[in-house]
């Protein structure tokens, strides 16, 4: 019963996104009516992602309080990435940017420091992942 509901479900939300898109076409370009076709098309894509997000979501942190095996494992997988993230924030600098040209690109304060947290933070995982990678990689030619 569950699978006709969701399947007709998916039929109607498929139905509604196909009118949308017929209407962007038939709509002339440069037109009040474009605009409003696209606005509609738009605001129902954003409707859609929105209750997709908030639909894994709410599944996802009702799945882990009925397992609390992997609640442990989530909660310090974000330990983790929060002592990560402390190490990127403490260590980037809120100094101003200079172009090459001399330039000021970045004044000093809060918006350099965030760009530089975000920088070290992406530099890390990435490090993070190519060690994770090459290790699972010498795992598999090893056991072949």
Same mark, same amino acid.
């Not at 939300?13 to 996104?17: K, T």
């Given at each position: 019963m569950n699978g006709k509901v969701l399947n007709i479900l998916i039929a109607i939300?498929?139905?509604?996104?196909i +009118? *949308? @898109?017929v209407m962007?076409?038939?709509a002339e370009e440069a037109s009040e009516s474009l605009s409003s076709a696209t606005s509609t098309i738009v605001d129902y894509s954003l409707t859609l992602l929105i209750a997709a997000v908030v639909i894994s979501v709410v599944l996802s942190i009702l799945s882990l309080l009925r397992n609390p095996e992997a609640l442990k494992k989530t909660l310090l997988g974000l330990v983790v990435l929060g +002592? *990560? @993230?402390a190490v990127s924030y403490f260590s980037s600098s809120d100094a101003a940017v200079i172009g090459t040209s001399n330039e000021l690109l970045a004044p000093q304060g809060d918006t350099s420091k965030w760009s530089g947290t975000g920088l070290i933070f992406s530099y890390i995982l990435l490090v993070v992942?190519?060690?994770f990678f090459v290790?699972?990689?010498l795992k598999g030619l090893i056991k072949a």
């Open positions: 939300i498929a139905i509604i996104g +009118v *949308l @898109f962007v076409g038939m +002592v *990560l @993230f992942g190519g060690v290790w699972d990689l």
